[in-house]
């Protein structure tokens, strides 16, 4: 292969200056310019470290939110800093038409934690965000009752309460009304059962039915921990019926709930689960990885994102596995998020607004009587970044570097926050 002559080596430039804005200035181009499907709270954060946002006044606040359980890494982590600038330096994007040097190593990486959970061979898609992960599982799950097995079985069931995404197979798999509602026709061949009732998953099983969409702790839902044996026996269940149990751990897997993927603690091996958020550490990545042969499902052609498995997300979501694995970071949350709920626990069992307080790892709710809303606003006012799940859920998804002490003073500020709104009311 004859190697082209290279361009002059770049000197290295300065950024390229642009305007800077007030918050009131943001805040008043967002209300302008943006669509209004965002209640953005009137706060830009500039800057981040570790489990801390840093605000354009210079004011910073705890992030118990973490970007959504995006940042498990904290912010500015200085390993993924210096690896992303590294590659912006080489490579940000090249097409799927050829390799580049990170992808199938990202894929031997995430494969080999679905085999140890597993003990089962997989490959791994690449995309973008967790809904993407969702419309490619649907695909193949599809693809591979239809074309593999040789018999369309096209219904998915999912289950009341769940989130999958927005785009249209994630939205119509997300049994919420409320995401939907001015949003049909939706995709057809989805039915909803109901989390933890096995019956209710059964009833709605018939040979057009060919797959099982579920999370393993309900996120946006309300933080939802599984009755213990349900998966066991939904596992049991997708068998006898020759139905693909396919897992959204967009939100619980890479450790959040303290293993790898939040499945290896039901005791069970899905035949797909795809991850998102803190994949690639901030850079939008999703993966789907499933056991062959479903995953040989998409042939070549079959399916295809523009900018899924770039040299950027790739070299994000190796750093970030390589980050965990050195840092022990799995065994850490484990060890942080017993600790929390315990604190939380402690704080919250009790009081007169408290309705229940649950979760698993760094993945923990709060459920009251009240405006969880409100409470989120006040915790923000102390200091503390929080985000509200179902309908009256207060949820902690800090980064997964956070210590003890950390805790402490974010449910303090979330102890004092809750009385302050929900006892004087
Ligand atoms: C379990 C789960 N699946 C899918 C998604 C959708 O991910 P994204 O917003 O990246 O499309 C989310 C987002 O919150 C999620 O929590």
């Not at 026709?185 to 057009?208: H, K």
């Not at 396919?246 to 293993?259: K, P, S």
């Not at 979501?317 to 017993?338: M, N, P, Q, S, Y």
């Not at 704080?347 to 007169?352: I, L, M, R, Y």
């Amino acid at each position: 292969m004859e190697t082209l002559a290279n361009g002059q080596a770049a000197a290295p430039r300065a950024a390229i200056a642009l305007a800077s804005h007030t918050t009131a200035e943001i805040a008043a181009l967002a209300e302008r310019f943006l669509t209004p499907n965002y209640r953005n709270a009137p706060i830009v954060f500039v800057d981040g470290e570790g489990p801390w946002g840093v605000t354009l006044e210079g004011h910073r606040l705890l992030d118990f939110s973490a970007g959504v359980a995006v940042n498990g890494l904290g912010h500015n982590h200085p390993d993924l800093v210096a690896a992303l600038q590294e590659q912006t330096r080489q490579l940000i994007h090249q097409s799927n038409y050829w390799h580049n040097a990170h992808a199938a190593p990202l894929a031997e990486a995430l494969c080999g934690e679905f085999t140890r959970a597993t003990g089962l061979p997989a490959r791994a898609f690449f995309c973008n965000s967790g809904a993407e992960g969702t419309e490619a599982t649907v695909k193949m799950a599809r693809r591979y009752h239809a074309k593999v097995l040789g018999k369309p079985r096209p219904g998915v069931i999912t289950v009341h309460g769940s989130f999958h995404g927005r785009t249209y197979a994630a939205m119509t798999a997300t049994a919420q009304p409320k995401y939907q509602e001015g949003f049909e026709p939706l995709v057809p061949g989805f039915r909803y059962g109901q989390f933890g009732d096995l019956a209710s998953i059964a009833a709605l099983i018939d040979d057009t039915v060919g797959a099982v969409l579920i999370e393993v702790v309900q996120g946006e839902g309300g933080v939802s921990v599984p009755p213990p044996g349900f998966f066991k026996d939904l596992r049991k269940l997708c068998d006898e019926h020759g139905l693909l149990l396919c897992l959204d751990e967009v939100q619980t897997g890479l450790g959040r709930t303290g293993t790898f993927f939040a499945f290896e603690q039901e005791g069970i091996a899905p035949d797909i689960v795809w991850l998102a958020k803190a994949l690639g550490g901030g850079i939008p990545v999703g993966a789907v990885l499933a056991r062959e042969p479903v995953a040989n499902a998409l042939v070549a052609g079959s399916h295809a994102t523009t900018f899924g498995a770039n040299a950027l997300a790739m070299r994000a979501g190796r750093t970030v596995l390589a980050i965990f694995a050195r840092d022990k970071l799995v065994a850490h949350t484990a060890e942080v998020g017993a600790y929390l709920l315990a604190q939380l626990h402690a704080a919250f069992d009790g009081q007169p607004y408290t309705l229940d307080v649950r979760g698993r790892g760094l993945m923990c709710g709060v459920a009251i009587k009240g405006d969880p809303k409100l409470v989120v606003e006040a915790a923000r006012d102390r200091g503390l970044l929080l985000s509200v799940a179902g309908t009256n859920v207060l949820r902690l998804t800090p980064p997964l570097i956070v210590t003890r002490e950390h805790c402490d003073l974010a449910v303090a500020q979330l102890r004092a926050a809750a009385d302050a709104v929900l006892l004087a009311s």
